[in-house]
């Protein structure tokens, strides 16, 4: 059974930069497909970018893309997502999920909630 | 960009039968996934491929899909059924679409 532990919380200046982290057990993270989703306070889901096995890419949503950064470190069964020039709008709660062949998202990490704040 | 809609918000009377729906545009021929979120939790995937319950999701929940409506069906609702329930699709254009959400009240 996969099981996602993410980093803790984090607040940042807005221009900084965030680094979010998601430890993988039960498989090993050349096994899975990790995406990141986020979720705005009291807003829905929103998809951000995630591992493509078919391309052996990353692909990312077009709204984030040059902000972004989806990496691995498969010695620690690890995922990270970097989100730069951090504004008020990304204050939000960040998750990471395997994506299964088919496309659906199970299961989900925690989430790490980023504030960003002056 | 391909949208999917969903109703702000669904109240059913306990025990009673909801249906939550997700439009989209021929999202009949789309593969439907549903999740269920409560207050301060992550999703968690309740109805995959249209209709398939993971294991631990109770029988109550069922889903089907067809033209331009996917819909959530949760029999027999019960209080700790209450929460925000997403759709979900992958779509060649915009790749991963979630609908907006639906805050499910069981009365």
């Known amino acids: 059974q996969v099981q996602l532990v993410q980093s803790g919380a984090e607040v940042k200046k807005p221009g900084a930069s965030v680094k979010v982290s998601c430890k993988v057990s039960?498989?090993?993270?050349?096994?899975?497909?990790m995406h990141w989703v986020r979720q705005a306070p009291g807003k829905g889901l929103e998809w951000m970018g995630g591992?493509?096995?078919?391309?052996?890419?990353?692909i990312y949503a077009q709204k984030f893309q040059g902000r972004v950064t989806m990496t691995e470190d498969t010695s620690t069964d690890t995922a990270y997502m970097e989100l730069s020039s951090l504004r008020s709008e990304d204050t939000a709660v960040y998750y990471c999920?395997?994506?299964?062949?088919?496309?659906?998202?199970?299961?989900w990490g925690q989430g790490t909630l980023v504030t960003v704040s002056s | 960009s391909y949208e999917l809609t969903q109703p702000l918000s669904v109240s059913v009377a306990l025990g009673q039968t909801a249906r939550i729906t997700c439009g989209g545009n021929?999202?009949?021929?789309?593969?439907v996934h549903w999740y269920q979120q409560k207050p301060g939790q992550a999703p968690v995937l309740v109805i995959y491929?249209?209709?398939n319950r993971p294991s631990g999701i109770p029988e109550r929940f069922s889903g089907s899909n067809s033209g331009n409506t996917a819909t959530l069906t949760i029999s027999r609702a019960q209080a700790g059924d209450e929460a925000d329930y997403y759709c979900?699709?992958?779509?060649?254009?915009?790749?991963?679409?979630f609908g907006g959400g639906t805050k499910l009240t069981v009365l």
């Open positions: 999920a395997t994506v299964s062949p088919l496309n659906w998202f199970d299961p």
């Open positions: 039960g498989y090993t993270l050349t096994e899975l497909s």
């Open positions: 591992f493509d096995p078919e391309d052996g890419e990353t």
């Open positions: 021929n999202i009949g021929s789309k593969n």
């Open positions: 491929r249209d209709s």
């Open positions: 979900q699709v992958w779509d060649s254009s915009t790749l991963v679409v």
